[in-house]
């Protein structure tokens, strides 16, 4: 799972629960849209704060960002159905969410720039780019542009799956103290597809209210959601061919290592979709969490070169 760098919001930035037309999502907003909206969601096990590093750099840049803790996840909760889960209705949520920030509309502008756009830039880290993908094919005039982070074009490599389907097994047996216990005891993160265990090192240099918050926020996962979007991470067809047809700006953003999905599949990736490709040197599966001045500025050249006409 994505671990932040910490957790303290930039100045500027609100922690609230922000109204959509399918109920409350607990965001991370900050800066002012004078280029854009950008709207971030977090992968498996994660939640808004893997975004934190990215805000204050995004709203230097002129972007609002607002990062959403998904449904069934951290602090937006929701309810122990597992159908509440299904990707078609973690989509439907995204576009509630972008719905809910297009109404805001861009601010005036003292400056002569040509207003921007009131559709926000998608953009799914890791699970969360199976369900920015999906949300993108079902109504992809709801969006300005899509950016996939370390997210492949179908389900997770070998080398995760079994990782994945560990816990799928715990689940139904084991609490999830019990199953953080077990995974802490394994050396491994809970459920982390797509990043290494931790290192001693790392869980040394790792402050204890980010390890605090790590603990926190697993526990307060639903489990149901858990379930439900292993599964998809195992199971996602590739719809990268459905995705190039469509008339959206496309952008794959990933490390230079990844074990989830291997970074050869993703450059192969980007070229079926004819996207524009970054790699952030020097990180693993969480770009925006480990080099998040670099990732926010890679995102920034990508959403300036759009320019301000919305679609």
Known sequence: MSKPPFLELPAGAR?????????????????????GTALLL???????????????????AGFRAVAADGRGQYETGGPPDEGAYAQDELAR???ALAGALAAEGPQPQASPRPRASPLPHLLGHSLGGLVARAAALRAPSRFASLTVMSCGPGAVSPSQRRRVELLLGALPVLGMEEIWQAMRELDQSPGAAGQAPYSAAEEAATPPDVEEFLHRRWLTNVPAQLAVTARQLLTEPDRTEELAALDLPLHLVSGSVDDAWPVPSLDAMAERLGARRTTIAGTGHSPNAERPDETARALAAFWTSLGSCPR
């Open 42 to 60: 977090p992968g498996f096990t994660g939640s808004k704060e893997d975004f934190i590093g990215l805000l204050e750099p995004l709203a230097s």
């Open 15 to 35: 922690a609230y629960r922000l109204e959509t037309a399918r109920g409350a999502f607990a965001v991370h907003d900050c800066g002012t849209p004078e280029r």
């Open 93 to 95: 949520d995204a576009l």
